[in-house]
């Protein structure tokens, strides 16, 4: 059964395997977004100011490799205006099918790429253009991954199961550190730097296969149909999310900038940082992140579980609060280079993470109607990554180097913990009586029509 309906009008949810694969799939793609994200982030922190700018001085290289990676960002929202408006248009599973494999292409092309000693100046131009086209992927993957898992589920637990996307961050990143880290492990650092870094890109065609195997299973999502069945697709959904859904929009916006600045900090700044001002070794640093992400495993799922339990905004808020309070403790703690307190910071401050992010992608498709939910959903995603993920790995970069000292990073993250808070005021709750009328109308209809 997949969202047809019984002859009394009563919406036939999806049974168990239906859903299972559903979450699967949105996991796998979120999960190979973020490997790749992941890579790459560990790799301009250690690798590519050596393989692709080794004119440049450290500094410079560093900002230069971060600076690769906000392309990624940057080129986000084009992926949002294309890809989510597509989402709308043709349907959840034919965007993801495509946001899926031209992620993973851009990856293994990026593990096949010369570094500048052997093709000069085109090795980082073309670094930066496949990272430009990894980042239009992604951007349409992720509003098409989370209305694929939420839109199969029940809309009275949608916080759960949208975190199905959510989950995709820290397994990447589990997968992609821990690749990393057995890498660094049995490899010499001249091997590393030659040619290691590259296995860990060239592993995520595994990833590709996998998920397309489970997309390509798997029908459209109820909510999808019915609105195919209505004929009340939007023709100029953009248009329409800019002129209509402003509010909603830059609530979705504003409400994302203080997680993805505080993943940022502890799954990419923090490898710089601890290993060039605190001394510690590089493998101690991804395993301290390792293990943060295997946490954040159970700990995204059982926040989105909660979302649905308590105020959802209200979890959000509060781990907002807590997450940016505790970023001054992490500064604190791991001031005397101690394995254990990096462990304990890294965990804890990925926590806080988990109890903003897992409620995340319910909140942001709440905000939008049906009609626009998957145009609008992909539009706050990637803009607000380039007003958070992208830009705070280079503006820590900065501020440490001109002021070096943690404050003006805690002061920076304390200004985007407002702008969410602000962003959960604005937004709205959940209303999934709205949904589940919409599909039960709309569907009945068809099988009425059909008979």
Do not use: C
Request: glycine share 10%; aromatic share 12%; no cysteine.
């Amino acid at each position: 059964m997949d969202g047809t309906t019984h002859e009394s009008g009563q919406v036939i949810r999806p049974d168990r395997t239906a859903l299972t694969k559903a979450f699967a799939a949105s996991l796998t793609g979120t999960a190979l977004e973020w490997y790749d994200f992941a890579v790459y982030s560990a790799s301009a922190a250690l690798i590519f100011p050596i393989i692709f700018f080794p004119q440049s001085d450290p500094l410079t290289g560093t900002l230069l490799a971060f600076s690769t990676y906000a392309v990624g960002y940057v080129a986000r929202p084009i992926g949002g205006f294309v890809f989510g408006r597509l989402g709308d248009v043709i349907g959840r599973k034919q965007l993801l099918v495509i946001t899926l494999l031209l992620i993973g292409i851009t990856t293994f092309l990026i593990g096949l790429l010369p570094g500048y000693a052997t093709i000069g100046v085109a090795a980082p131009i073309i670094l930066v253009a496949l990272r430009f086209a990894q980042g239009i992927a992604v951007g349409g993957e992720w509003g098409g991954a989370v209305l694929l898992s939420s839109e199969y589920g029940n809309p009275r637990r949608r916080g759960f199961w949208s975190s199905a996307a959510q989950i995709g961050p820290p397994a990447g990143n589990l997968m992609a550190n821990g690749a990393l880290a057995a890498l660094t492990f049995f490899l010499t650092e001249d091997q590393f730097e030659s040619w290691g870094w590259r296995v860990a890109f060239l592993l995520s065609a595994v990833l590709v296969g996998f998920g397309l195997w489970i997309r390509l299973k798997l029908e459209d999502t109820p909510v999808f149909k019915a609105l195919q069945e209505s004929g009340d697709r939007a023709e100029a959904p953009i248009t329409e999310v800019f002129r209509e859904q402003s509010r909603p929009l830059i609530a979705a916006i504003l409400s994302r900038i203080a997680p993805d600045v505080m993943y940022a900090l502890f799954t990419v700044f923090s490898i710089t940082y601890g290993v060039q001002k605190l001394g510690f070794v590089r493998s101690e640093v991804l395993a301290a992140v390792l293990i943060g992400s295997a946490f954040q495993l159970l700990t995204i799922p059982l926040a989105g579980a909660v979302s649905d339990i308590v105020n959802r905004r209200l979890v959000y808020g509060v781990a907002a609060i807590g997450g940016v309070a505790w970023v001054a403790i992490f500064f604190i703690l791991i001031g005397g280079s101690s394995f254990a307190m990096l462990v304990v910071g890294i965990v804890v401050g990925l926590t806080f993470h988990s109890f903003m992010y897992g409620p995340q992608a319910a909140f942001v498709t709440e905000q939008f109607s049906l009609r626009l939910r998957s145009t609008g959903s992909s539009l706050a995603y990637t803009i607000a990554g380039v007003f958070g993920g992208a830009i705070a790995p280079l503006v820590f970069t900065f501020l440490l180097d001109r002021i070096d000292s943690w404050v003006p990073v805690f002061v920076y993250i304390m200004a985007m913990g407002v702008l969410t808070i602000v962003g959960l005021i604005l937004g709205r709750g959940p209303d999934p009586a709205e949904e589940e009328e919409y599909v039960r109308n709309n569907l009945s209809h068809a099988a009425e029509s059909a008979s």
